[in-house]
Every structure is written in structure tokens, then in C-alpha cells.
């Protein structure tokens, strides 16, 4: 699968994302980007290897990574997924506090379903605007990921990796 929104970033693009289905799309091997990664799963099921940590992500999960933190996504053989992936420069966050937060908070998050309401539509919002810009694109688009961070980081608790001995199988 072919990263539009990786190729976006490089391009120049500060914020930006997509929307994406696969089914058998493993990375081999970890990367890591110079800008945060935001990655919303909608449906199915996902791994995600973040430096020594594994999460197994389901529907309505996110996960954040700060610039230069290595990962990989992956999933069993068959298992169709869908997902959203938002990129964003450090410049975009609206205050030091908030970017402080970020980058001590890399890791898998599971919102109560109210918040995962609330913060799916944020991300579809900032897809929207993203393929049908408006008047005010770039400052309602900057706008619109603050509230994302920090309704993610004010109303959701981080989940645990899985134990060590628990990953002996993927």
C-alpha cells in the first residue's frame, strides 16, 4: 500500500492523513518519520511494535508516536482492516504544554465510547478538509488537531503494552 499521505509530508505538507483498507499489509521492518504519527483503527485488527513495546489494537483504538520513535504495523493473514492515519508537524501544536505531553505520551490509547465518538469525528472532519479544503483550510485544520490531541490526552488513559512472553507467537 502506497503512503499518500507520507508522500504529502515529504512534499511539504504539515498536517495531513487518509483514510485506508487493506488486508495482508504488514510492515516488515520498523521506520520511524520526523514529524507524529496518529493512527485510528475503524475496524479489524492490528500489531503494532513501538521500540520494544507490542499493542493488539481493535476498532476504536489509537496510537501515537512522536518523531524518530521506530514501529511497524501489522496483521494476521486474512484479516481485513481499516484505519486512519493522521501525520503532523511539532510546529502545528498550539502550545509547549501540549507538545510536552505528546512526546511523554507515545503509546496505545482505548477511549470510553463517548470520547471514541467524539474523537473519530474529529479525525473525519480533518479528512474531510483535507480532500475538500475551505476558505480557512489551515488554520481550521490546526484547529481541529489541538482538539484532537487534546480530547486524547485530557478524557483517554493509555493502555499497557503485552507482556514479553505474551508475544512469543507474532
Known amino acids: 500500500m502506497i503512503d499518500q499521505a507520507g508522500i504529502r509530508m515529504a512534499q511539504g505538507a504539515s498536517i495531513t492523513g487518509e483514510r485506508v483498507a487493506g488486508v495482508n499489509d504488514n510492515m516488515m521492518k520498523s521506520h520511524y ?16 511494535m513501538m521500540e520494544d513495546h507490542m499493542y493488539a489494537m481493535r476498532p476504536g483504538e489509537l496510537i501515537l508516536f512522536s518523531p524518530y520513535v521506530m514501529h511497524r504495523s ?17 510546529e502545528d501544536i498550539i502550545s509547549e504544554e501540549l507538545l510536552a505531553a505528546l512526546d511523554g505520551n507515545n503509546g496505545m490509547y482505548r477511549p470510553d465510547p463517548k470520547v471514541r465518538q467524539k474523537l473519530h469525528l474529529i479525525l473525519d472532519e480533518l479528512i474531510r478538509e483535507y480532500e475538500n479544503p475551505t476558505e480557512f483550510y489551515n488554520g481550521y ?25 505474551s508475544t512469543s507467537r507474532i
Do not use: W
Not at 501489522?74 to 503532523?88: E, Q, T
Open 74 to 90: 501489522y496483521g494476521d493473514d486474512g484479516i481485513p482492516f481499516k484505519r486512519i492515519v493522521l501525520y503532523f508537524e511539532k
Open 33 to 48: 518519520h520526523n514529524y507524529y504519527e496518529l493512527y485510528y483503527l475503524e475496524d479489524g485488527e492490528r500489531y503494532h
Open 141 to 165: 485544520r490546526n484547529t481541529l488537531l489541538n482538539m484532537l490531541l487534546y480530547t486524547l490526552l485530557m478524557q483517554t488513559k493509555k493502555v499497557e503494552p503485552i507482556k514479553k512472553e
